[in-house]
């Protein structure tokens, strides 16, 4: 199957980031499928043309008839959701997901799937937050970086598959890195800034702040909202990468605060002048 | 003096914030004078109509004119200027300033000021991440806090002057603080978020992962980009305020990765509950 052909595509895991491959997809002309466990979530779907067929339950009449599967659930829910219901997969397919973390799970769900069926993995960096298929939207997309982490066992062919479905999603870039490299970046660039927002938040008791916060406070704390089931995940299943990430910051905010304690004017602005020509790369 | 006069206003240091307070002034009709001791900075000021009149060298012929003045100076210079130039102040005006920090400049500076002159300390929490007049711009002030800092030598008069100065401005709220209370505030809602922005991208040797960052990294960064001279003074005149947040801050962070170590889910998912629930307040 390719993204050519108008397909069957089945969306597992219908959130917000499931509901905002389904639009996309419906939008460019294929046949939307969807299996959440809440029936709201496929109602509310069904009711609103975002998906064209969907099943609280794994229906094995869905699964049978994807011509491909896009993953939209939590990293352990996705590996017992392969462990049970693969049996019911067309032979063949190709599946990938949108999981945050990967070396945790591609190398995982590769071992136990079923030999005529390729994962593929990607993690499109895109997100808001808030929750649910109610609050999906495909334009999402249109500035995020899309991360394909192919394995030896992945085929050229599954790459430019999934690297194709990026495209048509409209994302900004397409990139390529192993899952170990993809980890290691996503702890930087994402973990620890949630770990830094909802530490800025909870640090101080800040209530009757309110009235005085500027924009540097409300921009860093923006994703201090944070969905606690997803997030605490995602944070233990790259502990490593996390806990290294961590100890490299609180290293460093250490030594602003010992440069400060010493006068030491020079240090400080020293730090604030490669602070300022490193951000100059991200603009 | 009153607002509702069209009087002359004296702006002393025409770099972002001055600039954006003399294009506000001049606007609503006021005689709009500045020094600078960048002769280029008032050439820039004259030739785009920013001010009326100005000077690279403090001009007694023109800060004896002032009904009312304008400080958009570092703090120190800021006291060094008074000191200095006081004498050539006409008698009963106000003046004002735009300072990031009080305590240190507040009682100083009213203790070594003429009698017949009033100093009523003020700071329109608004700024860009960009310099000076050329990048000056009054729509800065619109949802901004603007704070007013008095003391017990300060007249309600003036006090009643200030606020209507930062209606004036169009600012979002003006609020009343004491030069202690602002400290404490600013050290944490803004110097700890300038901290943060630094250490986050000094941390780690960045530049190949331009390709990969989101949204929350941008925004986490985006006041990475910072003027050293100004930031590194208005930490060391905040520095107890400063090392007491930083200190919290760390054991913040520090608590989270000793959650993690242990992989207390429910102790980090309490740490996200908590924050989502502050988090909304600023909403």
Request: glycine share 6%.
């Amino acid at each position: 199957m390719e993204w050519i052909n108008k397909s069957n595509i089945l969306v597992v895991g219908l959130g917000l980031m499931g509901g905002s491959y389904a639009k996309a997809l419906k939008k460019v002309g294929y046949h939307v499928m969807a299996i959440d466990k809440k029936p709201e979530a496929i109602e509310y779907a069904l009711a609103n043309g975002i998906i064209d067929e969907g099943s609280a339950s794994p229906d094995e009449a869905i699964i049978s008839k994807a011509d491909a599967v896009i993953f939209g659930l939590y990293p352990q829910t996705f590996k017992e959701w392969i462990r049970n219901y693969q049996q019911f997969f067309k032979s063949g397919i190709r599946i990938t997901d949108v999981t945050g973390v990967k070396k945790c799970i591609v190398y995982d769900i590769q071992d136990m799937l079923r030999e005529d069926v390729e994962f593929i993995a990607s993690h499109p960096m895109a997100g808001r937050e808030v929750f649910g298929v109610e609050n999906s939207d495909d334009r999402i997309f249109r500035n995020a970086n899309y991360i394909i982490t192919p394995t030896d066992k992945n085929s050229t062919d599954a790459i430019e598959w999934c690297a194709s479905l990026g495209r048509l999603l409209g994302v900004r870039k397409v990139s390529i890195l192993s899952p170990e490299e993809h980890d290691m970046m996503i702890g930087y660039v994402s973990q620890l800034t949630h770990v830094i927002a909802v530490s800025l938040m909870t640090c101080n008791d800040n209530h009757h702040l309110v009235d005085y916060t500027g924009d540097s406070f409300r921009d860093l704390t923006r994703i201090a909202r944070i969905n606690e089931n997803m997030w605490s995940e995602l944070f233990e299943m790259n502990k490593d990468v996390l806990i290294t990430q961590m100890d490299n910051f609180i290293n460093e905010v250490s030594t602003m605060k010992h440069l400060l304690e010493k006068d030491d004017v020079e240090g400080m602005k020293e730090k604030m002048r490669l602070s300022t020509t490193r951000r100059a790369w991200f603009d």
